[in-house]
Every structure is written in structure tokens, then in C-alpha cells.
């Protein structure tokens, strides 16, 4: 930076361009970083719960969202500060792992920040704070795992699995319907999943949505639904015991990789050329015919003049039909993906009981269901809904429940929702603190006061009073030595999350300890910002 004067002797600064750096140090930077990551759990914190709000969030395209999902929030939130992108991928990172629980990791995390802070104040060393909150985190997980109940269900009795979804799903958008939404995501990961291993592979749940319709119409279908319809307006639309030739190769003669110039000078030439293209095409044909397919899935296009082909010779045919899809369609049927059609055989042939074509609305909107398929491992979840916004939000929420639904078979093990969990983590963290002698006792109590971020957090969301109503829970969980006492948000008269069916998996409620911890403990870490000036 320098002084300097003009020519009528007024002063002006001259400034490089690398001053236009700015950095905070030491205690600032803490300060700073904690203030960054609670104005996200400011945001977030009104979203938690069955009466949470959802957020309007419009992309700079002009897209309108509308949803509760912590997640989603801070993903289209366009975050360009450095902690904020750390809350963000504290969400993701939950979703990745459980699927469900992005809105109170960040609560969590939070409240965990808003703490520190206070701690930061009274002069305690962030390593010191840390250290605590790592200890405190491990109680409560430890607890969380003794007051674990665990969930018993099997093929025929889903009813818990439902439950437990339903939980999720009460404090999404579409909990009108959360029943029926329960239902089919539980029958849907029950039909993929591997009870004897304990696995779900979720790739095998396809989840369309069309507009139109109720969400009451939303439906599971065992097997794949294909946003596409037949090639030609006149094919049958309905196949029954279909053998499918799933084709990556189009309907055309193959194009010489070498260039190449042919000559036509007459007309005889030209028509050689164009009877050899028909031959060309009328060979592909009788090729899927001699194998015995009774339906073409093409992942390409093929013109007019096939297609013309291909309904004359009574064989119908779906063309663009995405790569995925093919995927999902070949396991379904237990078909084989050709890539050419000199390797077409009758073994690589898929095969369903019934191939049909729907219409929906008013429009030519028509879909194809390929039902009642060789290996039934597959199903889709077919989204119906007024508009686009809800059915992406319905998308999100099933997306939730099915999360749950395939926690619980690799791990049946459930706490008490409602905030009940952490009530009863944060007493014991209470407790464990007096066995510490040092200054890390005081961390210990921070982290027992920021679990309760999310019981006030559900009882303000409710029009509760949040001290009175957490006192009041927090007093009835000692005295009656209950670890399922919680909120009740939906005023139904108990307290007690066992009889009110309000549970959430123990895994992820771990998860969501472990997560907003390792967040914290980072920020904490933090002693310097350098970032480059607005200027
Ligand atoms: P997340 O994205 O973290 O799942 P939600 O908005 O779905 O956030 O809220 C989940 C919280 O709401 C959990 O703490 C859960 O226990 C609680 N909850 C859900 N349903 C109920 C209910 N019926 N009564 C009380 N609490 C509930």
C-alpha cells in the first residue's frame, strides 16, 4: 500500500494486487467459522420434525423446488462459503451412508458449533473442546447402542418395517398419503432383497414419476416400467409371454469405417442398392424372428422405412430405450444385452409374462410395462402427482424410505425417534461428565446441552414451548428410568415414542453423532483463513 498525489496535490492509495487478500487468525478465524456453520443450522433447524417447513429454493434457471430435506437445501442452496461447503458435505455424506437424517445431522452440528463457541469464550483451547466433544461422542454412541431395541420382522410380517417408514416419511410433504408410500417401499426392498445375506441391492428399484393423477395412484409394479411405447401406432399393445431380443445394435446397414464414395450412375445401380439395403433389413429381421423374439428392445433408432418393416412382419419393436433401462430390463428378464445381431440366440432372449402398453391423460403419453418377468428381483415405483414439484419431492421421500427400510434388514437394531434418543444420550453424557476431572468435564456438558438442540428444535417446530415441554420430557425420562419418552408433535396424547411407532434406525442416528462430531471437531481446528478479497 502506498501514498501518493495527483497532480493537484490530492492524496490518493495505491494498493498491489496481492494485498487484496484477506485473512482471519487465531481466535477471529474460530469465531468466523462457527458463526458460518450455525447460520446453516439457523436455516435448517426450522425444517426438523413431522411439522417442520419446507423451503422455496429457485435455481438460477428459474426451477422452483419445494422441500424439507436437509439435503436437498443446502445442495441447491449455492454455497460458496468454505464452512458452508463443509455442512453441506456433512449432509451428503449422511445421505450416501443412511439415506435418511440430512436435516438433524446439521442441527447437530449446529448446535455442537454454538456451543464451542460459548467454551471459546470463557477460554478453554479449541484442541481441548474437541477432545471432549470426540469423548462425548463416544458415550452416546455407546448408549445409544445399550438402549437399542431391535425391530422383528420377517417376509410374511413387514408390518414393523412399515412402521418405521412411516416415520420417516410423517415429516415429508406427502405424509398424507405416508401409509400407502410406506407400503409400497417396504414391499419394494422386500422383493430385491437378500434376507439370508442381509443385503438390498437398491439399483434394482426403479423409481419413475409421471405427471398427472393423485399420489394416491402412485403404485409398485413387479417389474420395469419404460417411459417409452411402440414404434409404430399399429403394433399389438399388448404381448403376452413375450421373448424379448434386448439389442445395443440399430436397425440399419452398418456404415464402412473406411470413407468410401459410391458411384450410382443409373438407375438399375440404384435400385440394386436400394433392394440390397431392404434385403439388409428384412435379414435383421427374419434373424430375430428364427430365434423366437416377440419383441425388439433397441437402445437405438431406426427409421421409417424399418419400422414400416418391422409392423408388416409382425414383430414389435421399442426403440431409444436408455442405457440403464436396458440394464434393469435384461436383469429383469434374465435376457442377455446383444450387441450384434449375428450373436443373437434364443438363450439370450428375455422373457416376460406380459408386455403392455398404457396410456395416460389426455396426451400421447404412453408408457410400457414389462411385467410378471423370468427373475422377479426387479420392480419399480411408479410416482403419480399433480405437478413436477411433488413427484421430485416424492421421489426424495421414497428415496428416504427405502433407505430405512434396507437399514433395517442389514441392521434391525431401532432407537426411539422424537428427540427421545437424544434426551436419554444427553443424560447420560451428563452424567459421564463428573467422572472427568479436567477441563475437558466442561466440553462433556457443552455436548449433553447440544443434543437437546434437537428435542427444542421439534417442540418449537410444533408450537410447543421448547424449555417447558424438553424439561418436562427430560424429567419424566429419569424419573421413570424410560428412554422412549419424546416429543409429541402431532399432539396425540402420549409422550411415549413406543406407543406412538415413532422409531429411526440405530445406525443412523449414530451416524448422525459420528458425522456433525468429526464437523465440529474440523472447524474447531481451523486457526487461519486465507481467502481472496471480494475486491
Ligand atoms: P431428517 O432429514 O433429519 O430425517 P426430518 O425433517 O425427517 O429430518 O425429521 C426427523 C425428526 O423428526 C427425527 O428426529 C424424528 O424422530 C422426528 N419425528 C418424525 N416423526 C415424528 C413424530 N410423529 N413425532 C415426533 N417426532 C417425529
Not at 245 to 256: M, N, R, S, V, Y
Not at 389 to 394: C, H, L
Amino acid at each position: 500500500m502506498a501514498l501518493a498525489f495527483d497532480e493537484y496535490c490530492r492524496s490518493f492509495i495505491i494498493l498491489r494486487e496481492q494485498e487484496s487478500k484477506s485473512r482471519l487468525r487465531g481466535l477471529d478465524a474460530q469465531k468466523a467459522n462457527i458463526a458460518a456453520g450455525v447460520a446453516f443450522f439457523r436455516i435448517l433447524r426450522t425444517s426438523l420434525g413431522p411439522k417442520g417447513m419446507d423451503k422455496i429454493l429457485q435455481s438460477p434457471d428459474g426451477d422452483i423446488t419445494i422441500t424439507n430435506d436437509g439435503a436437498t437445501i443446502l445442495e441447491q442452496m449455492d454455497v460458496d462459503n468454505q464452512i458452508g461447503k463443509l455442512m453441506v458435505e456433512l449432509s451428503q455424506s449422511q445421505d450416501y451412508e443412511i439415506g435418511d437424517g440430512t436435516t438433524g445431522v446439521v442441527v447437530m452440528a449446529g448446535a455442537l458449533l454454538e456451543q464451542a463457541e460459548k467454551l471459546l469464550e470463557r477460554g478453554i483451547h479449541p484442541i481441548r473442546v474437541a477432545e471432549g466433544f470426540e469423548i462425548s461422542s463416544r458415550i452416546a454412541v455407546d448408549h445409544l447402542e445399550s438402549i437399542a431395541d431391535t425391530l422383528d420382522f420377517s417376509a410374511t410380517n413387514i408390518e414393523p418395517l412399515v412402521q418405521t417408514c412411516m416415520t420417516t416419511l410423517s415429516s415429508k410433504i406427502v405424509n398424507r398419503c405416508k401409509r400407502s408410500l410406506a407400503e409400497i417401499a417396504v414391499k419394494g426392498v422386500m422383493a430385491v432383497a437378500d434376507l439370508e445375506r442381509r443385503d438390498v441391492n437398491l439399483d434394482l428399484i426403479k423409481v419413475e414419476g409421471k405427471v398427472g393423477g393423485k399420489l394416491e395412484d402412485t403404485e409398485l409394479i413387479y417389474g420395469i416400467l419404460v417411459d417409452k411405447d411402440m414404434s409404430h401406432p399399429q403394433m399389438p399393445k399388448q404381448i403376452q409371454d413375450a421373448n424379448i431380443a434386448i439389442l445395443t445394435c440399430p436397425f440399419e446397414p452398418p456404415k464402412p469405417k473406411t470413407k468410401n464414395k459410391v458411384d450410382i450412375d443409373t438407375v438399375e445401380k440404384f435400385q440394386t442398392l436400394l433392394k440390397q439395403e431392404q434385403q439388409y433389413f428384412d435379414d435383421m429381421v427374419q434373424k430375430c424372428k428364427d430365434v423366437g423374439a416377440t419383441l425388439v428392445i433397441c437402445q437405438w433408432g431406426f427409421d421409417d422405412e424399418a419400422n414400416h418393416l418391422l409392423m408388416h412382419r409382425n414383430l414389435p419393436a421399442v426403440r431409444w430405450v436408455g442405457g440403464v433401462e436396458l440394464e434393469l430390463i435384461a436383469i429383469a428378464t434374465g435376457g442377455r444385452i446383444v450387441p450384434r445381431f449375428q450373436e443373437l440366440t434364443p438363450e439370450k432372449l428375455g422373457k416376460a409374462g406380459l408386455v403392455r402398453e398404457k396410456a395416460f391423460g389426455t396426451t400421447e403419453d404412453r408408457m410400457l410395462y414389462i411385467e410378471h418377468c423370468a427373475n422377479s428381483r426387479a420392480v419399480t415405483i411408479f410416482i403419480r402427482g399433480g405437478n413436477k414439484m411433488i413427484i421430485e419431492e416424492t421421489k426424495r421421500s421414497i428415496h428416504d424410505a427405502l433407505c430405512v427400510a434396507r437399514n433395517l434388514i442389514r441392521n434391525n437394531s431401532i432407537v426411539y425417534g422424537g428427540g427421545a434418543a437424544e434426551i436419554s444420550c444427553s443424560i447420560a453424557v451428563e452424567a459421564a461428565a463428573d467422572k472427568y476431572s479436567g477441563v475437558e468435564q466442561y466440553a462433556i456438558r457443552a455436548f449433553a446441552d447440544a443434543l437437546d438442540a434437537v428435542p427444542i428444535a421439534l417442540a418449537e417446530n410444533s408450537g410447543l414451548s421448547p424449555i417447558e415441554t424438553l424439561s418436562a420430557v427430560k424429567g419424566q425420562q429419569m424419573k421413570e428410568n424410560n428412554h422412549c419418552c419424546g416429543i409429541d408433535c402431532n399432539d396425540t396424547g402420549t409422550n411415549d415414542m413406543r406407543e406412538q411407532n415413532v422409531f429411526e434406525t440405530l445406525i443412523g442416528k449414530q451416524q448422525q453423532i459420528l458425522l456433525a462430531t468429526q464437523v465440529v471437531k474440523m472447524i474447531l481446528k481451523i486457526d487461519d483463513v486465507i481467502s481472496p478479497s471480494e475486491y
